[in-house]
């Protein structure tokens, strides 16, 4: 017997709150150890597994930059480490452009306290560590 959406989206609430409350369970990916971008973002492509999906708002400011997008909590496969990713999408009169920012988090409390105090903007201008930039398909050579 299949699970229903609501038992699904139950079950990965319990899994994400638990999660939570395993502090050892909990890192950055290693991806963003190595020396560039690229690198990292070879580490982890293809290789997230969603954990938590915080939508497009929170706390009144938007969780992603231009028209559209929002912001999940990923797990590594290859290492299970946590990137928080944020995806935007800019509407263009011809073509749209494609944005995501990977943000390495250390816990599910640091991811959920960045979606509080932080806006899309607000995250790329504040934010000091390093993080992976992908637009349109072309990842940013260096750290950002």
């Avoid at 969780?63 to 290859?78: E, I, V």
């Avoid at 806006?119 to 000091?128: K, L, P, R, S, Y």
């Amino acid at each position: 017997m299949s699970e229903t959406i609501k038992e699904l989206e139950q079950r990965k609430k319990e899994q994400y709150d638990l999660l939570k409350r395993s502090p050892n369970d909990q890192h950055h990916c290693v991806g963003f150890d190595l020396p560039t971008a690229a690198e990292a973002f070879e580490h982890f492509r293809g290789k997230l597994e969603e954990l938590w999906d915080y939508g497009d708002m929170c706390n009144g400011h938007c969780l992603h930059t231009w028209d559209d997008g929002g912001r999940k909590l990923y797990r590594c496969r290859n290492c299970g480490g946590l990137i928080l990713v944020q995806k935007s999408e800019y509407h263009g009169e011809e073509n749209d452009d494609y944005y995501t920012d990977y943000f390495p988090v250390d816990s599910v409390q640091e991811a959920e306290r960045l979606n509080e105090l932080y806006g899309g903007w607000a995250i790329e201008m504040e934010w000091n560590g390093k993080k992976v930039f992908v637009s349109n398909g072309h990842v940013t050579p260096y750290f950002r």
